[in-house]
């Protein structure tokens, strides 16, 4: 069985949440259907307590030593919504640089030295926000001593 790794919360109106998992896809969960399950859940009709939600790690969401949720079970109850974001690819390749920068033990600083950029610019595209170039990933991926693989799927 393969772990789903969540690298991306999105707190939404209402109590849904939107996580973005590493393979690509972004699976919407309303947090209130636990609550037959879970009574705890229903304290995060609570709005402030629901925007203390955070990732812990690539496993879990938690609000408290009492609420957290496990991305599994998101993603296997939870309702794909892939087609509503355009930043998917952005959000995966930023994470993947940022995981290499970690393993490498380079702070944001020193890579961004490293490959000739602005530090700002390194941490929008570790965040997904920037569009990024081939020609400025080959150079990051130079930088951080690994590949881009790139490979053309039909839709």
């Not at 304290?43 to 938690?62: C, F, M, N, P, Y």
């Not at 079970?73 to 939870?78: I, S």
């Amino acid at each position: 069985m393969t772990t789903k790794q969540a690298i991306k919360l999105k707190i939404n109106s209402g109590t849904t949440i939107d996580l973005y998992y590493l393979d690509g896809v972004v699976i919407r969960f309303d947090v209130l259907s636990l609550v037959p399950r879970y009574p705890q859940f229903q304290a995060l009709q609570d709005r402030t307590l629901l925007e203390k939600g955070h990732l812990l790690g690539w496993s879990s969401v938690i609000w408290n030593q009492d609420l957290d949720l496990d991305v599994e079970l998101v993603y296997e109850e939870g309702t794909p919504v892939s087609e509503e974001y355009d930043d998917i690819e952005a959000t995966v390749i930023g994470f993947l640089l940022k995981q290499r920068r970690l393993e490498l033990g380079y702070s944001q600083a020193e890579t961004a030295k490293l490959i000739g950029i602005a530090q700002s610019d390194l941490s929008k595209i570790e965040k997904g926000l920037a569009n990024v170039t081939i020609k400025m990933l080959h150079r990051i991926a130079t930088g951080l001593r690994c590949k881009i693989n790139t490979t053309l799927s039909t839709l």
